[in-house]
């Protein structure tokens, strides 16, 4: 499975952004697709999942109410609009793709990262 992200970039507090995730090859062995970020000098943590039919949704506390997952299975792609952004928002973010019984903290495939950074 081969990921690539892309639609990072600088905004200001306050403001948004879209990622956006394309997935290729074998994505029929995978069930959750999803975001994670790591800022400098932090470990990665996870973002937000969703399933690739959309049923089920996952959020980390710290972004709920700010950020909406959702995914576009025509064209293998997930986003993660980013609204009311905060300096603490700063890092650059990966999405990954994991199979249905996979553990959510260790996706099975990840795909390059994209930097945003969040401006005060």
């Known amino acids: 499975v081969q990921l690539q992200a892309s639609g990072g970039g600088l905004v200001q507090a306050g403001g948004s952004l879209r990622l956006s995730c394309a997935a290729s090859?074998?994505?029929?062995?995978?069930?959750?697709v999803g975001w994670f970020r790591q800022a400098p000098g932090k470990e990665r943590e996870f973002v937000a999942d969703?399933?690739?039919?959309?049923?089920?949704?996952y959020y980390a506390d710290s972004v709920k109410g700010r950020f909406t997952i959702s995914r576009d299975n025509a064209k293998n792609t997930v986003y993660l609009q980013m609204n009311s952004l905060k300096p603490e928002d700063t890092a650059v973010y990966y999405c990954?793709?994991?199979?249905?019984?996979?553990?959510?903290?260790?996706?099975?495939?990840w795909g390059q990262g994209t930097q945003v950074t969040v401006s005060s």
């Open positions: 090859g074998r994505t029929f062995s995978t069930y959750y």
């Open positions: 990954a793709v994991r199979g249905r019984f996979s553990v959510r903290l260790r996706p099975d495939y």
């Open positions: 969703i399933t690739w039919s959309g049923g089920t949704i």
